[in-house]
């Protein structure tokens, strides 16, 4: 069984930084593209970051430089170092496994965690 499951997630003052984890199991880790997603209230679903197997990294240009994600094979585990944060990065943090398959989520296939909740406040 896929399972995802995303910590770290918190209220912090703007400017603040926050950790979040996301551990793996159930699939093959090590060779699997992982990414964050984020859901602001009241807005569509976002792609935030995406790490493939190699360490290749990608950035939403709303969270360059600011964000850094992060992934140790050997603990199936995928981190997303948040500094610097804004109120407009309060959301919804979803953790996932970025394959074809599984369920429809955030506008494409994957296994997804239940979602972590980040607040920042002003």
């Known amino acids: 069984e896929v399972q995802l499951v995303e910590s770290g997630g918190g209220s912090v003052m703007a400017g603040g930084s926050l950790r979040l984890s996301c551990t793996a199991s159930g699939f093959t880790f090590d060779t699997t593209r992982m990414g964050w997603y984020r859901q602001p209230p009241g807005h569509e679903c976002e792609w935030v970051s995406s790490?493939?197997?190699?360490?290749?990294?990608w950035y939403a240009d709303s969270v360059k430089g600011r964000f850094t994600i992060s992934r140790d094979n050997a603990k199936k585990l995928v981190d997303l170092q948040m500094n610097s944060l804004k109120p407009e990065d309060m959301a919804v943090y979803y953790c996932?496994?970025?394959?074809?398959?599984?369920?429809?989520?955030?506008?494409?296939?994957?296994?997804w965690g239940q979602g972590t909740q980040v607040t920042v406040s002003s």
């Open positions: 790490i493939n197997s190699d360490g290749s990294t």
């Open positions: 996932g496994a970025l394959v074809p398959r599984g369920t429809w989520f955030c506008g494409r296939f994957g296994f």
